[in-house]
């Protein structure tokens, strides 16, 4: 599996006020109360998988630098790990993934340069390849996360049950047989 950047909200500031619920509700025109039960049911699918997701907590801010740190970690070797300790920061330890520290502190957990990091962090660095990721995206009409694109050509939106993944993968493989 391959990570790719994509942010859900390019123009969203570094220091958002509303919760998780309020912005979800105007978003997509809901009221707090739907929003709430969304978002619960996204709750518990983590906790199905083992994820303990804190929404009450959650801080919502632009994520363009930790997609730029996500970027440096790859030519490293550790996007997935980097990636990884970002959402569990994020969802379940409610960290400010926006905050140069907190994503110093993180990149150092998963065996990255402290001095390189800051380097980066403190430079436009990356920033290319996090909007080439994101280019590549809108060409084939992604509008959110999760999506799952399976040999550019069969695609997954949103979360998943396991299964659902599952035997998509097996028709996938399946029509490989077929065709190959």
Do not use: W
């Not at 790719?4 to 500031?13: G, N, Q, V, W, Y």
């Not at 978002?39 to 930790?66: H, P, S």
Request: hydrophobic residues 40%; charged residues 30%; neutral net charge.
């Amino acid at each position: 599996m391959t990570y790719r950047c994509f942010e859900l909200d390019p123009t969203a500031s570094r220091d958002i006020k509303e919760n998780i619920y309020e912005v979800l509700a105007k978003k997509y025109g809901m009221s707090i109360a739907q929003s709430k039960a969304n978002t619960e049911r996204m709750v518990q699918m983590a906790k199905d998988v083992g994820l303990n997701y804190q929404m009450d907590t959650l801080i919502l801010t632009n994520t363009f630098d930790a997609h730029r740190l996500t970027m440096f970690a790859k030519q490293k070797g550790l996007m997935k790990e980097m990636t990884e300790r970002i959402l569990r920061a994020h969802f379940t330890e409610s960290k400010h993934i926006a905050d140069h520290e907190t994503l110093r502190e993180l990149a150092v957990e998963v065996g990255l340069n402290r001095e390189e990091v800051v380097k980066m962090l403190a430079s436009d660095e990356m920033a290319d390849e996090v909007r080439a990721d994101e280019q590549t995206a809108q060409q084939y009409r992604i509008t959110g996360v999760p999506f799952f694109l399976i040999n550019k050509k069969y695609a997954l939106t949103g979360a998943q049950p396991t299964e659902t993944i599952f035997q998509a993968l097996k028709k996938v493989v399946a029509e490989n047989k077929t065709t190959g």
